[in-house]
């Protein structure tokens, strides 16, 4: 039963995140932003191979938007497994697995607020507004415009939907524990919390040694 629920569940968010991407792309104009970028950089035949190549292997991305998903979660899910064992608690995975799963679903509000903030507040943007654009971050008070390019990415994970996937994640481990929110809480940050750190130090040591 705990399978099929994951299963179900992980095929419901892979869909609603393609449909909402595919619907804010449409309503924003991607493909036109994306022309007039190009356009100072290659010619017209160039992007409309481009162009052509994007549309005929677009379905690639309905199978690995659903792949990628199952990788991150089935990874955040065993970093919240060796949290548990740390503090001498313990969760089956697949119960895990389903609780990552439930709150990866707060980051498709994270794509309905960018789109409705480019669609009814700021009409005037280019592609880069898009691109570095993440709604309720740190990025959005400091600005990606004069601001260097290996710290873009932690500004950009400074933001409430990622701090409301910790409190989420952390509420349902406490649940499944039988614990307060806090006890979930401390299993979040010693894991995941400190996996995210090294992610978001290795994505800006990267960047930096490639600008």
Do not use: H, R
């Not at 095929?11 to 792309?25: G, T, V």
């Not at 481009?50 to 379905?59: A, I």
Request: proline share 2%.
């Amino acid at each position: 039963m705990e399978k099929t629920n994951n299963t179900v569940l992980i095929i419901f968010l892979s869909f609603i995140s393609i449909i909402l991407a595919l619907f804010s792309n449409y309503i924003l104009n991607f493909n036109v932003l994306l022309v007039n970028s190009l356009a100072e950089q290659i010619s017209y035949e160039q992007i409309n191979e481009l162009l052509d190549f994007q549309e005929k292997w677009e379905w690639i991305g309905f199978i690995i938007t659903p792949l990628l998903l199952i990788l991150k979660i089935s990874i955040i899910a065993a970093i919240l497994d060796v949290g548990c064992f740390f503090f001498s608690k313990e969760i089956k995975y697949k119960k895990l697995f389903n609780i990552v799963v439930k709150a990866e679903f707060v980051f498709l509000l994270a794509i309905i607020f960018k789109t409705a903030w480019f669609y009814f507040f700021q009409t005037e943007y280019n592609l880069e507004d898009l691109q570095y654009f993440y709604p309720l971050s740190a990025l959005n008070i400091f600005g990606y415009e004069g601001l260097q390019p290996w710290f873009i990415y932690p500004f950009q994970v400074l933001n409430l939907f990622e701090l409301a996937y910790w409190f989420i994640l952390a509420y349902l481990i406490g649940k499944e524990l039988n614990e307060n929110t806090d006890k979930g809480f401390s299993i979040v940050a010693s894991s995941y919390g400190v996996s995210l750190l090294i992610w978001v130090v290795g994505v800006m040591f990267i960047t930096l040694n490639m600008s």
